[in-house]
């Protein structure tokens, strides 16, 4: 049974950071391509990052390029999301899920980003 804990959301200013982790179990981490994405207030979901298995290769979406930076630690069977030069917008409430085009029961709760001043 997959299972994905999301930690690290909180309360930041313009232009913060803050740094995303997702705890996987449940299925070998490191045999699976991983992705982020978010889900603002009354929006759809929209896909943020995802990163090959082996971390070889890593995608993001144009709003956080150059800001954002997915990473993940095989060992710790762990994702990560460095959020940098954060913006309003980019207030969201953020899931890891499992593969680069998730299916269902391959998402986590969630953890809420709020960017404001």
């Known amino acids: 049974q997959v299972q994905l804990v999301e930690s690290g959301g909180g309360l930041a200013q313009p232009g913060g950071s803050l740094r995303l982790s997702c705890a996987a179990s449940?299925?070998?981490?490191?045999?699976?391509?991983m992705s982020w994405a978010r889900q603002a207030p009354g929006k759809g979901l929209e896909w943020v990052s995802g990163?090959?298995?082996?971390?070889?290769?890593?995608y993001y979406a144009d709003s956080v390029k150059g800001r954002f930076t997915i990473s993940r630690d095989n060992a710790k069977n762990t994702l990560y999301l460095q959020m940098n030069s954060l913006k309003p917008e980019d207030t969201a409430l953020y899931y890891c899920?499992?593969?680069?085009?998730?299916?269902?029961?391959?998402w986590g709760q969630g953890t809420q980003v709020t960017v404001s001043s």
């Open positions: 449940g299925f070998t981490f490191s045999s699976y391509a």
């Open positions: 990163i090959y298995s082996d971390g070889s290769d890593t």
């Open positions: 899920a499992k593969g680069l085009v998730p299916g269902p029961g391959s």
